[in-house]
């Protein structure tokens, strides 16, 4: 009887093992063919419709049978100059660095604002890990290890192209509680929104880029506006010919935030003041 009950554990372990692999996602394409369709299916202007097979094509032919490391962004460009970047609107682009969470329930899929993962390329391989593997006799893809490279091309492009295309009032959401080994970072030059998203904004289009602050509630008060890497941010974009303007924890973003925490210290305002807190917000999005 113990014997038996060893052997099933074995199997069990073995089988958790197998389904956790750090190689590319199981059902890759599956999954991305799904997404595909659904976002056109969510999105009443994708009128021109895609083709989902054709893009999963042109998509894996940018990794597969290649080592995973020596992929660049001439391999992706035709993946995203089929897909198209095109419906970012007016207002509305939003960036972010260390502030993933925030940042999309802020932009609630596109209902506020639009990030990069509200976009079509975005929406369809988020979260999503692949890589390619070289063996002939396999569908190109490996599913058992991707190693960790230098550069991540896929996103590289993606940031690129998606601040090539912001106009109007852009934002960026930042973490001022962010700290790189032991340095507080706000904003880093290493960052894809350092290297490739505000070299890349377009002075001609963008009216200016409005820099939001926000602290993890329970977390250190590192940077504010006004200092540290946050004004490197700002002299930065002042160089590209871009104005600014920065808030530190606005009251749109503060009240989502707020509703996972309400006890927290930084709260309380909704338990005593909550007119006075939200007077700032008036109606619609900070816009100045
Ligand atoms: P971040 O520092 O929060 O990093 C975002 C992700 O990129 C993390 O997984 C991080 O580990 C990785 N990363 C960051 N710098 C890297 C580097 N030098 N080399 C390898 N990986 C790195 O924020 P960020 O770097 O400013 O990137 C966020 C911005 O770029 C957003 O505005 C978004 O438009 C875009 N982006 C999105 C994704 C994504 O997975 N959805 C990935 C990269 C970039």
């Keep these: 009887m113990a014997l038996k009950i060893a052997l099933w554990l074995l199997v069990v372990l073995a089988s958790l093992h197998s389904t956790s692999s750090l190689g590319s996602d199981r059902h890759l394409k599956e999954i ?3 997404r ?12 021109n419709a895609k083709n989902c097979s054709q893009l999963w094509e042109t998509f894996s032919k940018a990794f597969a049978y290649k080592d995973p490391c020596a992929t660049n962004f001439s391999d992706y460009e035709p993946f995203f100059d089929e897909v198209g970047m095109d419906i970012v609107k007016m207002n509305k682009s939003l ?15 596109d209902f506020r604002l639009t990030t990069l993962e509200d ?16 063996n002939k006799s396999s569908d190109g893809i490996n599913y058992t290890s991707c190693p960790s490279c230098d550069d991540w091309p896929f996103w590289g492009l993606a940031s690129k192209r998606f601040a090539e295309k912001a106009n109007g009032i852009v934002r960026v959401l930042v ?12 904003y880093s030059k290493k960052s894809f929104f350092g290297r490739l998203e505000l070299p890349n904004l377009n002075k001609s289009k963008v009216i200016k880029l409005l820099i939001l602050v926000v602290h993890n509630i329970g977390g250190p008060v590192l940077e504010v506006c006004g200092n540290g890497s946050i004004k490197e941010m700002e002299n930065d974009a002042k160089k590209r010919g871009i104005q600014t303007t920065c808030h530190d924890n606005p009251a749109e973003i503060q009240h989502l935030l707020c509703a996972d925490f309400p006890n927290s210290r930084e709260c309380q305002f909704l338990a005593s003041g909550a007119r006075n807190a939200t007077k700032s917000v008036s109606c619609g999005l900070l816009t100045y």
């Design 119 to 134: 976009t079509m390329a975005g929406w369809m391989m988020n979260n999503l890990t692949w890589c390619g593997s070289q």
């Design 175 to 186: 973490n001022g509680s962010r700290s790189i080994n032991g340095t507080p970072a706000a």
């Design 32 to 34: 991305v063919l799904g």
């Design 36 to 47: 595909c369709w659904d976002f056109q299916r969510q999105k009443v202007y994708a009128v």
């Design 95 to 109: 960036f972010w660095s260390g502030t993933y969470k925030e940042a999309h329930m802020y932009s609630d899929f």
